[in-house]
């Protein structure tokens, strides 16, 4: 059985910055490829940022660019999202996500196996 844990969300004023970690144990593909999703009220869930198995390529939507970086330690197997310049918009679910390498990383289709994800909330 595969768990994804999240942790570090929580409420942080505008321009703040936060760090999102998830923890990834069980049995799984070597080195899958990770991702960050977001899903506030009402909406749908949305990928913000994706790495590699390999962490030599990444992606990342236009709406984090600049502000959000994804990183990995595969010694610790635990996935980060840096988030800097937070904005009252960025306020949601996050959730982290784990597939199979050699599948898109802009696609949540690729994804298998989630978290229960963490809230942020920025306030303005």
């Known amino acids: 059985q595969v768990q994804l844990v999240e942790s570090g969300g929580g409420l942080v004023e505008a321009g703040g910055s936060l760090r999102l970690s998830c923890a990834v144990s069980?049995?799984?593909?070597?080195?899958?490829?990770m991702g960050w999703f977001r899903q506030a009220p009402g909406k749908g869930r949305d990928i913000l940022a994706a790495?590699?198995?390999?962490?030599?390529?990444?992606y990342y939507a236009d709406s984090v660019k600049g502000r959000f970086t994804i990183s990995r330690d595969n010694a610790k197997n635990t996935v980060y999202l840096q988030m800097n310049s937070l904005k009252p918009e960025d306020t949601a679910v996050y959730y982290c996500?784990?597939?199979?390498?050699?599948?898109?990383?802009?696609?949540?289709?690729?994804?298998?196996?989630w978290g229960q994800g963490t809230q942020v909330t920025v306030s303005s």
């Open positions: 790495l590699n198995g390999n962490g030599d390529s990444t």
């Open positions: 069980g049995r799984t593909f070597s080195r899958p490829n």
């Open positions: 996500a784990a597939g199979p390498r050699g599948y898109a990383l802009g696609n949540r289709g690729s994804y298998d196996y």
